[in-house]
């Protein structure tokens, strides 16, 4: 078959972009056509349409209006019209460029409602879909319309249950769901990575660290994902700021590489910023915590091989994150053969958790305080504990990390993906 991967953005370090490589290469190994479709031209973009993602102005505007109220147009109806002004104009232009693929999977544009005149002019092609819903729109509290109206065609449409889509979701939660909102039925399949090979050395640990100026015995603590609120990234500080002081009687003392611990413990950001202010106020706070950050997240924008590379220079991985679909970060450090120290988010506990992973738990409760997200003082300095026991046993870290690669591969990889795939998906 040929088969169309579309997206609003692609090629990026974003999970929805990271997912689309990994189906591409997966179905190209089933012997598959398979391109993926965006509105970026992002290497890794096979076919850009500049009209369906985030740089089209009609993009911005229609989300601005739809999700917070009119304010560009006189009167509701007006901005209906609009919408559906600009449905008639993306029908034509995807029945176009969508004409030669026998499947189309689109991802998140019918469960977001981004940009809701393109899910609906996309459920009006005479095709084949399995549509893959990665977030959906009630799980985001800004993607709520208060316009009854607006809402009641989010809720008929999105997604909309036709017989010539079939239905993926990347948990069981939202499965049940999506079956209790809309009776509608789906096929769950999680995340993956390739498990064939870590995607880190101890040459390249060395090399990279180098390169970055970190001086020998330093400890880097690694936080991958993207610089947004809902990964509660003040949570990271909290681990490497106690982790600093506990190991203060460690110093002089071997680390689990065989290196000499130099007393110096920082936290390196290697993910795109999505919220410019809240990396403000994360700088701020780690100062105040005597943190000492090292921000890379310009740098993986303008190369996004280097968001890879960085995975060598850690000696563990924070993903505090309590809001997460998945977890791709998550299943990139089991590949990476890092320890992840994290929050157990709902997902987490009912789709990853069963499968045995070992891991540094702050829990699964948190709360507010002055704007932060906080864990019981108890629960984190557990988890300190934890790792740092991890970071000075070399059995113990070995053990760890290749439970957990083992585990990924029997759980998460793209051996079962294409399984899943060929067995519940494919027509």
Same mark, same amino acid.
């Given at each position: 078959?040929?088969?169309?991967?579309?997206?609003?953005?692609?090629g990026?370090?974003?999970?929805?972009?990271?997912?689309?490589e990994?189906?591409?290469?997966?179905?190209?190994?089933m012997?598959?056509?398979?391109?993926? %479709?965006?509105? *970026?031209k992002?290497? !890794?973009?096979?076919?850009? /349409?500049? $009209?369906?993602? #985030?740089?089209?102005?009609?993009? &911005?505007? %229609?989300?601005? *209006?739809?999700f917070? !109220?009119?304010?560009?147009? /006189?009167? $509701?109806?007006? #901005?209906?019209?609009?919408?559906? &002004?600009?449905?008639?104009?993306?029908f034509h232009?995807?029945?176009?460029a969508?004409?030669?693929?026998d499947?189309?999977?689109?991802?998140?544009?019918?469960?977001?409602g981004?940009?809701?005149?393109?899910?609906l002019?996309?459920?009006?092609?005479?095709?084949?879909f399995?549509a893959?819903?990665?977030?959906?729109?009630?799980?985001r509290?800004?993607?709520?319309?208060?316009?009854?109206?607006?809402?009641?065609i989010?809720?008929k449409?999105?997604?909309?249950?036709?017989?010539?889509?079939?239905?993926?979701?990347?948990?069981?939660i939202a499965q049940?769901?999506?079956?209790r909102?809309?009776?509608?039925?789906?096929?769950?399949?999680?995340?993956?990575?390739?498990?064939?090979?870590?995607?880190?050395?101890?040459?390249m640990?060395?090399r990279?660290?180098?390169?970055?100026?970190?001086?020998?015995?330093t400890?880097v603590?690694?936080?991958?994902?993207?610089?947004?609120?809902?990964?509660?990234?003040e949570?990271?500080i909290?681990?490497?700021?106690?982790?600093?002081?506990?190991?203060?009687?460690?110093?002089?003392?071997?680390?689990?590489?065989?290196?000499?611990?130099?007393?110096?413990?920082?936290?390196l950001?290697?993910?795109?910023c999505?919220?410019?202010?809240?990396?403000k106020?994360?700088?701020?706070?780690a100062?105040?915590?005597g943190?000492?950050?090292?921000v890379?997240?310009?740098?993986?924008?303008?190369?996004?091989?280097?968001?890879?590379?960085?995975?060598?220079v850690?000696d563990?991985?924070?993903?505090?994150?309590?809001l997460?679909?998945?977890?791709?970060?998550?299943?990139?450090?089991?590949a990476?053969?890092?320890?992840?120290?994290?929050?157990?988010?709902?997902?987490?506990?009912?789709d990853?958790?069963p499968?045995?992973?070992?891991?540094?738990?702050?829990?699964?409760r948190?709360?507010r305080e002055n704007?932060l997200?906080?864990?019981?003082?108890?629960?984190?300095?557990?988890?300190?504990?934890?790792?740092?026991?991890?970071?000075?046993?070399p059995?113990?870290?070995?053990?760890?990390?290749?439970?957990?690669?083992e585990v990924?591969?029997?759980?998460f990889?793209?051996?079962?993906?294409?399984?899943?795939?060929?067995?519940e998906?494919?027509?």
């Open positions: 078959m040929k088969i169309a991967l579309i997206h609003y953005r692609g990026l370090m974003d999970g929805v972009s990271l997912e689309m990994k189906w591409k290469k997966v179905l190209t190994k012997g598959h056509e398979v391109h993926i %479709v965006a509105e *970026n992002k290497e !890794g973009v096979d076919l850009t /349409l500049k $009209e369906i993602g #985030f740089e089209n102005p009609d993009f &911005e505007r %229609v989300n601005r *209006n739809f917070g !109220g009119i304010k560009d147009f /006189l009167s $509701e109806k007006e #901005f209906l019209d609009f919408l559906k &002004e600009k449905e008639e104009e993306l232009i995807l029945n176009e969508l004409k030669d693929y499947l189309i999977v689109p991802n998140n544009i019918w469960s977001l981004l940009f809701p005149s393109l899910g002019a996309l459920s009006r092609l005479e095709k084949n399995v893959h819903h990665h977030d959906f729109w009630w799980e509290k800004h993607l709520i319309p208060e316009n009854r109206r607006f809402r009641e989010l809720d449409h999105f997604p909309p249950d036709l017989p010539n889509v079939k239905h993926v979701v990347i948990n069981t049940r769901e999506l079956k909102r809309r009776n509608i039925d789906s096929v769950v399949v999680p995340n993956v990575m390739d498990f064939s090979s870590p995607i880190t050395s101890e040459e640990y060395h990279v660290r180098e390169e970055l100026q970190i001086a020998p015995g400890i603590a690694l936080q991958a994902t993207r610089i947004d609120r809902r990964k509660t990234i949570l990271s909290d681990v490497v700021s106690l982790l600093k002081e506990t190991l203060t009687s460690k110093k002089e003392a071997d680390l689990y590489n065989g290196e000499r611990y130099s007393g110096e413990v920082i936290l950001f290697s993910g795109i999505e919220d410019e202010e809240y990396l106020e994360l700088k701020e706070y100062s105040s915590k943190v000492s950050l090292l890379l997240s310009e740098e993986v924008r303008k190369n996004t091989s280097l968001f890879w590379k960085l995975y060598n850690a563990f991985v924070t993903y505090p994150s309590i997460e679909g998945w977890g791709n970060q998550l299943l990139e450090a089991i990476a053969k890092k320890p992840v120290v994290l929050f157990e988010y709902e997902v987490f506990k009912s990853i958790k499968a045995g992973l070992k891991y540094v738990s702050l829990g699964d948190c709360f704007g997200v906080k864990v019981d003082e108890r629960i984190l300095k557990k988890a300190v504990e934890e790792i740092s026991r991890l970071l000075f046993d059995s113990l870290y070995r053990e760890t990390v290749e439970h957990n690669f990924g591969k029997k759980y990889s793209l051996e079962r993906l294409e399984d899943i795939l060929s067995r998906v494919l027509p």
